[in-house]
């Protein structure tokens, strides 16, 4: 929307003056999307404006700006200061014109105004000085522009003598000084029809360089006897000299090589995001639905591989690069995933360090809690927990700033801006219809015009843009966890991120009643267009979000089956996910030997005698198959139950440092001939007894590798049955997020300080009387005790408002606007205009009074 500024109080002077005339809506606007202005809260409008003028708030302002934004407030800088609408209008479009443009500019220019950015109205337009000096060029720092400076900054310096050569040379009438030679000049290069005139007459090869310097950078370097072609433009001005052996092409005359423009390619509106596949919705969620299950299960089989400790925790934190490979074989999965389950896990607070001597990570007491509730609700819980979560798996096998490695679960790895992409790459997936995917590049493409100046800075500083990673790897892990389904956002997604399902989509089947939860619970946070986009919801949204979520979530889920196939194989095959006290016996009793749709489980020697080791019978293993398979039992598999179980137990190993006992003394004949007994060092004590120094967990796994299937036994003599025991860590917290810059304030937090910097600006700009002492003009008013309390007293009964000077006990003075009401004791009791609300103040911290003139009554 354009603006005038004949405003009643007339054009505003100072970006100060331009915050007064501003209501009080637009205050709470401007420092919801500056959030870095309230902390700590201005005093007064002035303090707000010298604040957002600082070169910190300005550039934190100018990264949150798109690209039509940024590109407006970068051609103002290179604008007269001030300009008029229409002249910002030309430099964005030029000669040509561009409607896209002239409907863009006004939204443009308000966001710009609404930063406080710019203040003026359209007939006096000003960038705050702070972001001039970062977009105007200047011999340190060129212009995103390309352009350079304008004639009059790059002749300042020059003889009055060699501007009348350059004016003679271009064809103009000598004038009376330089700085009228200047204007001449720039003229000419302001005049299209002279200026092409000019043009004409160049040489060719001169033409060519003006082409080379036209777009950026407007730099060249010469010699000392430049060439012919050269020395024809550095006699007309076109090019001027800025260092020995540097030259510039004047900002007046590459716009008209530009055509007028300032930019080359000026981007008023942002890329569009088209489908680059479609499917159906219930394609879309049931795939999902199938990748969320796969993600449950995965987490819940790191963490039993943890289950009875996890990997040491490096003294510099975090997990180490063997460890992280052994994690990532145990999961089947590369190490790059792997690092992303673990920080999924640590995010959801499943996970953490115990925090004893020799640290290690396990499962904490929330993991167990987490088993036991239904696993749409398990899945919300880890969702809601990545889409919040500033900890990024991504930059794990790279190096800090000071070159460190980072490592899974170690330091460094918050990066603030995560949370906010991760919700900007969904809200622009939950625009499209519902079963289609975008492609990647449609996606990276929009998010670094909506935050140019991010990526520009990240590429500037030989790194690749941080966002665009951020993206790239939130389609990626969305696709993991299940939230998107063959690249298109679910129905429990859309829940989770809290956006109603799309109208003209097929109808959902989550309950009506949810939905208007949902929406309810949005209460206007959707994300949209701008800077400062990045939800906030509170905790309880959030709950309400993945409680929505869960609930689409729960009919898309397998029902968990109590059954397995077995085959002659010596295999079996659960054709679905089975429940959890079948897969856990089942674990134990058979090796996973492959994955997917349907899980193989493969017998083996070794599992059996696991499964004996565990306590359980050949009995009671023949009744659980037979319990649990839909097909008989094979007879390779009863045999192989049977056969172990008959050698299980048949030796026995205690502690001597270990020995071994056997009633078959032919069996340990057997061993003490076996080569590969040898580094066991037995000997024998009794035709059915042989120790070893070894201990019995080593003398254990060398027996078991000779083929034999001993048992270890107690001292008593009974067999020691193995089972895991669980480890946890004490309770733990699931980390914070570490949230990019000050948080957004709320409702009230803006009313309060809006009210409060209004009172401060009334206290700081009313009118006063002289007073009876005092110093330079904003001092405190300077009284002595008498005049003070007589001032007072007077007030009370007048009713008249007064200015005082007050320190308080911690030393610190204001000055302060009060109504007195009473007067007693020592102390005043008052209004106060600038706290709006009644106070007493001990009349001693009063350093003077004055009254206000009339006319600030």
Not at 493 to 498: C, D, H, N, Q, V
Not at 523 to 539: D, S
Not at 550 to 578: F, I, K, N, S
Request: proline share 8%; with cysteine; glycine share 8%.
């Amino acid at each position: 929307m354009r603006t005038e500024s004949n405003t009643p109080g007339g054009a505003p002077r100072t970006l100060a003056e331009e915050l007064r005339q501003r209501d009080d809506e637009s205050l709470a606007a401007l420092l919801r999307a500056r959030g870095d202005l309230l902390n700590p809260v201005p005093g007064d409008l002035t303090q707000l404006a010298t604040r957002a003028g600082t070169r910190a708030s300005v550039v934190r302002a100018l990264e949150r700006l798109d690209t039509f934004a940024l590109q407006s407030a970068e051609a103002l800088a290179v604008a007269p200061d001030p300009a008029t609408y229409e002249q910002l209008l030309a430099l964005l479009t030029g000669d040509e014109g561009d409607t896209s443009i002239e409907a863009a500019l006004p939204h443009a220019l308000g966001v710009l105004r609404a930063q406080a950015l710019v203040w003026g109205g359209d007939d006096r337009l000003r960038l705050v000085r702070t972001a001039r000096e970062l977009l105007a060029p200047s011999p340190g720092h060129p212009s995103p522009t390309g352009l350079g400076p304008t004639v009059a900054e790059a002749t300042a310096g020059m003889s009055p003598g060699r501007l009348q050569q350059l004016i003679a040379a271009a064809g103009l009438k000598p004038t009376h000084d330089g700085v009228s030679a200047v204007t001449a000049l720039a003229s000419l290069f302001d005049d299209r029809t002279r200026m092409s005139a000019l043009l004409d007459e160049a040489p060719v090869d001169a033409l060519e360089v003006l082409g080379r310097l036209t777009w950026g950078p407007p730099h060249g370097q010469v010699t000392a006897n430049p060439a012919p072609h050269v020395r024809w433009l550095l006699d007309r001005g076109l090019l001027l000299p800025t260092a020995p052996g540097t030259v510039v092409l004047p900002r007046e005359a590459a716009l008209h090589l530009r055509g007028g423009r300032a930019h080359r390619a000026a981007e008023p509106l942002p890329p569009q995001i088209t489908a680059a596949a479609e499917h159906r919705p219930q394609v879309v969620d049931s795939t999902a639905a199938g990748q969320a299950y796969t993600a449950l299960a995965t987490v819940e089989e790191l963490l039993k591989e943890w289950h009875e400790g996890g990997p040491a925790v490096l003294r510099s934190g975090g997990l180490s690069v063997r460890d992280l490979k052994r994690t990532a074989v145990a999961l089947d999965v590369a190490e790059p995933m792997a690092a992303f389950w673990v920080e999924l896990a640590y995010a959801a607070g499943l996970l953490a360090s115990d925090g004893e001597a020799d640290e290690r990570y396990a499962p904490t007491p929330a993991y167990d809690e987490w088993l036991e509730t239904p696993p749409a609700e398990r899945w919300s819980r880890l969702a809601s927990a990545w889409l919040m979560a500033t900890r990024t798996s991504g930059v794990v096998g790279g190096r800090d700033i000071k070159e460190r490695a980072l490592s899974a679960l170690g330091p460094h790895l918050d990066r603030s801006a995560a949370p906010e992409v991760r919700h900007r790459v969904l809200t622009l997936l939950s625009a499209l219809p519902e079963g289609a995917s975008p492609t990647p590049t449609g996606v990276l493409d929009r998010l670094r015009w909506e935050r140019p100046l991010r990526g520009a800075s990240a590429q500037g500083q030989g790194t690749s843009d941080l966002r665009s990673r951020l993206a790239q790897w939130t389609l990626n892990e969305a696709e993991l966890l299940g939230v998107t389904g063959r690249g298109a956002l679910s129905s429990h997604g859309r829940a989770l991120l809290g956006t109603p399902a799309n109208p003209s989509s097929p109808a959902n089947p989550a309950r009506p009643a949810l939905e208007d939860t949902a929406r309810r619970a949005e209460g206007g946070a959707a994300l949209g267009e701008g800077a400062g986009r990045g939800e906030n919801p509170t905790q309880a949204e959030l709950k309400i979000r993945a409680a929505l979520a869960a609930e689409r979530l729960t009919p898309l889920l397998p029902e968990p089956l109590d059954h397995v196939l077995l085959q002659a194989d010596l295999t079996a095959v659960a054709p679905g996910p089975l429940n959890r006290p079948l897969a856990e016996a089942l674990s134990v009793l058979a090796d996973i030997e492959s994955k997917g749709g349907a899980t193989v489980y493969r017998f083996t020697p070794g599992s059996v005698r696991r499964a004996l080791d565990a306590g359980r019978a050949a009995s009671d293993l023949h009744a659980f198959l037979a319990e649990h398979s839909r097909t008989p039992v094979p007879q390779p598999l009863t045999y192989l139950i049977d056969d172990v179980a008959r050698k299980h137990g048949h030796l026995r190993i205690g502690a001597a440092s270990a020995y071994v006992r056997c009633d078959d003394e032919s069996v340990l004949n057997e061993i003490l001939a076996d080569k590969r007994a040898q580094g066991l060092t037995l000997r024998r004590l009794a035709p059915t007894v042989l120790a070893t120094q070894a201990d019995p967990g080593t003398l254990l796994d060398g027996l078991r590798a000779m083929g034999f299937a001993p048992a270890a036994e107690s001292a008593d003599g009974d067999v020691l049955i193995t089972r895991a025991h669980a480890h946890r860590t004490p309770p733990r917290t699931a980390p914070e997020p570490v949230p990019e810059g000050p948080p957004v304030p709320d409702d009230t937090l803006l009313g309060a300080a809006v009210r409060a910097i209004r009172a401060g600006d009334l206290a700081s700009t009313a009118p006063r009387k002289p007073v009876t002492q005092g110093g330079l003009p904003g001092e405190l008013p300077r009284t002595t005790s008498a005049e003070t309390l007589a001032t007072m007293q007077a007030a009370v009964m007048t009713g008249d408002t007064l200015w005082i000077g007050y320190v308080n006990a911690e030393g610190s003075a204001s000055q302060r606007v009060i109504a007195p009401i009473r007067v007693e004791g020592g102390f005043v009791t008052a209004y106060d205009h600038t706290a709006d609300e009644v106070r007493t103040y001990p009349l001693h911290r009063v350093t003077g009074v004055a009254e206000l003139a009339e006319d600030g009554a």
